[in-house]
């Protein structure tokens, strides 16, 4: 089945303890996004990588660190955790030629006390 | 990339049409409508796309105004499941970013 995985689902940590969260997508896509939901904020960009070894800031990149070694995975890595990245987190994949389609994973629920 | 402007929420009944607008009045020529849904606290999912032409799929169809200022979804048979938070999207084809905004919030009742 195509799909995007996310690892964890649902994670509670304390400030500074460093976390990654992980991103794995099957269907060979060469994008891959990180986004970050908040009440009344919508959807907001981290990260996002165009293949291997590229990437680049999307909108809210402070505090975060990406990396795109294997074309399949795209973890997030959040150094030093504080309270204000608590928040959904959604990683999504598309084909270079299929700009419109993104396909999404089922989100994870970070929260950092 | 063009701002829009969605109602912040709409009622359906099931069985019934539903059709969800959209204002892009500053869309530029090569960027894209973009619709996507989101269930619950689900991952967003694609519906439909288009640039000048309406489309129509399996799911859906969007009707783009000649101007392209606005754009309409429509759900033609609504049901209890089409429930869900739906976006509005303008953006260029492989710009990276995509601003997904606050969406409206469809409520299909029986």
């Known amino acids: 089945e195509a799909q995007v995985t996310q690892n964890p689902r649902y994670l509670i940590t304390v400030t500074g303890k460093k976390l990654t969260v992980t991103c794995s997508q099957n269907?060979?896509?060469?994008?891959m996004s990180w986004y970050r939901q908040d009440p009344g904020l919508g959807l907001r960009q981290i990260y996002y990588?165009?293949?291997?070894?590229?990437?680049d800031k999307g909108d809210v990149p402070e505090g975060y660190k990406v990396s795109r070694k294997e074309k399949r995975n795209f973890p997030l890595i959040l150094e030093s955790p504080s309270p204000n990245q608590t928040s959904l987190y959604f990683c999504?994949?598309?084909?270079?030629?299929?700009?419109?389609?993104?396909?999404f994973g089922p989100g994870t629920r970070l929260t950092v006390t | 990339d063009a701002k829009t402007t969605q109602p912040t929420s709409m009622d359906c009944a099931e069985g019934r049409a539903a059709n969800l607008p959209c204002n892009h009045s500053t869309i530029s020529g090569n960027e894209y409508v973009y619709w996507y849904r989101q269930i619950h606290s689900q991952g967003p999912q694609y519906i439909i796309h288009?640039?000048?032409n309406n489309e129509t799929n399996e799911m859906a169809s969007l009707i783009i105004t000649e101007d392209r200022k606005s754009s309409t979804l429509i759900l033609p048979h609504a049901t209890l499941r089409d429930t869900a938070v739906y976006y509005c999207?303008?953006?260029?084809?492989?710009?990276?970013?995509?601003?997904f905004g606050s969406g409206t919030k469809l409520n299909v009742k029986p």
């Open positions: 990588s165009m293949n291997v070894e590229v990437t």
């Open positions: 269907m060979n896509h060469e994008y």
């Open positions: 999207i303008v953006s260029r084809p492989n710009f990276n970013k995509f601003y």
């Open positions: 999504a994949s598309h084909r270079s030629d299929q700009h419109y389609e993104q396909y």
């Open positions: 288009g640039l000048k």
